[in-house]
C-alpha cells in the first residue's frame, strides 16, 4: 500500500447461501439448533463468508471465492472461520486494523436476537477483535421473496480499518 492512500480503508461484502431441512445451522461461528441449514461447499457460514469478502475487499484482495474456490476439495466442508482468519493475516499483513464492523444478517427464521452475542464472540475471538467494533443485527424478508419465503439466507457486512 503506498504512503498516498489515507490511513484508513472500507470494504464491503455481501453473501448468500440457498437454504435446505435440517439443522443445524451454521452462522456468525456457530451452530444454531434449528430445523433448517445453509448449503454450499464449505461450512456455508452466510456470515463470516460476508465478513471475509469485507476485509479482504477493504485491501483490494482478491475475493473468498477466488481464494478459496469451491471446486477445491480441501475447502470442502470447511470451516469457513479458516477463510476469516485468512482475510485478517492478510489485512494485518498491510501494518492494518479493524476499526469496527457492522452486518446485517436477512433471514426469515430461526430467530437470531438470542445468538446475536454468541456469534460476535465468535467473530471476536477468529479476529483478535474487541467485541465492541462489531455490530451484528438481524432482519426478516417480511415474508416476500426468497429471504421471507424461507428459500435462502443472506448477509451484508462492511468494515473499517485503519494503519497502525
Ligand atoms: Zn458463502
Redesign the pocket.
Known sequence: MTASIPPIRVGLGY?T?RLGNGGPLRIGGINLDCQIHSI?HSD?D?LL?AVTDAILGSIAEEDIGRLFPDNAAENHDRNSADFLHEAIQRLRSHGMEIANMDCVILAERPKMAGHIDAMKAAISKITETPIDRIGIKAKTGEGIGPIGQGEAISARAVVLVYKV
Open positions: 453473501d447461501h454450499g456455508a452466510v463468508h
